[in-house]
């Protein structure tokens, strides 16, 4: 079974440059979860979607950054226009949801944005 | 709100000795527990997890014990190879939230 996945794995870009961020997650997993994880700590929920839906986004920076999970699968997570201080590991992870290890999150290999 | 606190690294052992990492939490309810660990280099994977009071996880030799009256979940290994070296993070399941809430993480390094 393939395993939460995420592309760029690297990003180096100019500050106040856009950025974007995309996850693919566990087949049948319907929910998907956005962590900041900066260096040298553990990771942050940025948002959470049920479904297409974003039931948890509140600690995303909604003037810079934005997620979308179109058709409830694959989800995009951009940043615009990025700061330095954006520099960290973007990691997306995915779970069931429901049902017996509902709670058990996947993560995939994470994108590290470096901000210029 | 919950929180998690985790003994503080980094940790430097050699290869075969008994490894204890500490973890304690606050929460309200009863939360989920976690041990995740993160190679260089690569995403957080599972390494165990605990549902309920006195719950012991247990994979690749690691163990920890969900002790609810001292509220803690101690990951152990009898004894440590050199791939064991990565970074530890002990996590719990915001059940209200249904997010992961982590510690900051404890680098593990082992030495043959």
């Known amino acids: 079974e393939a395993g939460v996945v995420q592309s760029p794995r690297y990003k180096i870009i100019e500050k106040k440059q856009p950025v974007a961020f995309w996850c693919n997650p566990i087949?049948?997993?319907?929910?998907l979860y956005w962590y900041l994880q900066n260096l040298g700590q553990g990771p942050e929920l940025l948002i959470r979607?049920?479904?297409?839906?974003?039931?948890?986004d509140s600690q995303l920076p909604k003037d810079r950054f934005s997620a979308e999970r179109l058709k409830g699968v694959d989800s995009t997570l951009k940043i615009q226009p990025a700061e330095l201080g954006d520099s960290a590991v973007y990691l997306c992870a995915s779970s069931l949801g429901a049902g017996e290890g509902a709670d058990t999150q996947y993560f995939g290999p994470g994108t590290r944005l470096t901000v210029l | 709100g919950n929180s998690v606190t985790q003994m503080e690294g980094p940790v430097t052992l050699s290869e075969e000795a008994f490894l204890t990492i500490n973890c304690t939490y606050t929460a309200t309810g009863y939360p989920s527990l976690f041990w995740y660990v993160q190679y260089p280099g690569e995403g957080l994977q599972l390494l165990l997890k605990a549902t309920k009071a006195d719950d012991k996880g247990s994979n690749k030799g690691f163990e920890a014990t969900y002790r609810k009256e001292t509220t803690s979940f101690h990951l152990e290994k009898g004894s440590v190879q050199v791939s064991d070296s990565a970074v530890y993070f002990c996590a719990l399941s915001d059940s209200g939230a249904q997010k992961l809430v982590f510690g900051q993480g404890t680098r593990l390094t082992i030495n043959p």
């Open positions: 087949s049948g997993h319907n929910t």
């Open positions: 979607y049920e479904n297409e839906e974003a039931v948890d």
